[in-house]
């Protein structure tokens, strides 16, 4: 008879989090609307909260590579691609192979998430003025690559290092935001090898399934909504306001999983 009694309570915890999931990936959309990027980062960090990161980061993997292919179109691709690919396949090769989500250890990762935010954070509120390293060699982009690796496989974020990298290289702004594009793509399919890879790999629900569409829907309107709102809310204040918050998501992460 506990069975019907607890059957009303398990649908409403069910509404609860497909709704909790929407709104964060509309506004994880929202930001990489205005911003160009922040969706992993926006989403991973909200999700955090109340679930594993291994969990959260399989949440993301679909809703990010969709918002990401878009961004990939551009007329940079041979320039880009033939000055990040060591990069790119070193940073593939450290998020798979790297130790991190789905090795048991969930506390582990959500401390390693709270340090980047933190970082994160407060590299974007110092907005520290970086070289010019666009004539350095390959090295420069495998290193920087694998240290996002090492980052991704741990927290599912992969901006630092590889938003400062990119910076370094002095890109215009259309070859920049390409570049973006196309690299969270390459981090965002490695991830999802990690994940399918992994030794404790998601096990997915019909409620998982619903919360999958609702992430999708979600990040596409918080998309459209934050493109409308780019020239309104571009601004630094706007700017300071996002890494202040990845400050304090990143120290409540932190004494989640201390």
Not at 174 to 201: C, E, I, M, P
Request: hydrophobic share 55%; aromatic share 6%; with cysteine.
């Amino acid at each position: 008879m506990d069975r019907p009694r607890d059957a009303p309570h398990h649908a409403a915890m069910d509404v609860t989090h497909i709704a909790f999931v929407t709104l964060v990936f509309a506004a994880a959309g929202g930001v990489k609307g205005i911003t160009g990027m922040g969706l992993p980062t926006v989403a991973v960090s909200l999700l955090g909260l109340w679930m594993p990161p291994a969990q959260a980061a399989a949440l993301l993997v679909l809703p990010a590579l969709a918002t990401n292919l878009a961004q990939c179109r551009g007329p940079h691709l041979r320039t880009v691609a033939a000055r990040l690919w060591p990069g790119w396949v070193a940073l593939a090769v450290a998020t798979v192979l790297a130790p991190g989500l789905g090795d048991g250890d969930s506390h582990a990762s959500a401390r390693g998430l709270g340090a980047v935010l933190v970082a994160y954070g407060l590299w974007g509120l110092a907005r520290p003025t970086l070289p010019d390293l666009s004539r350095q060699g390959p090295w420069l982009a495998v290193a920087a690559g694998a240290a996002t690796g090492l980052v991704t496989a741990l927290t599912a974020v992969f901006v630092l290092p590889w938003v400062a990298y990119l910076q370094t290289q002095r890109l215009d702004r259309d070859a920049l935001v390409q570049a973006l594009g196309l690299s969270f793509t390459v981090a965002t399919l490695a991830l999802a090898l990690r994940l399918r890879l992994s030794a404790s790999t998601v096990a997915w629900t019909a409620s998982d399934g619903l919360a999958l569409v609702a992430a999708l829907g979600g990040a596409f309107a918080g998309l459209g909504l934050g493109a409308r709102l780019r020239r309104r809310l571009a601004g630094a204040v706007f700017q300071r306001a996002l890494f202040l918050v990845f400050v304090v998501l990143g120290l409540a992460s932190l004494l989640r999983g201390g």
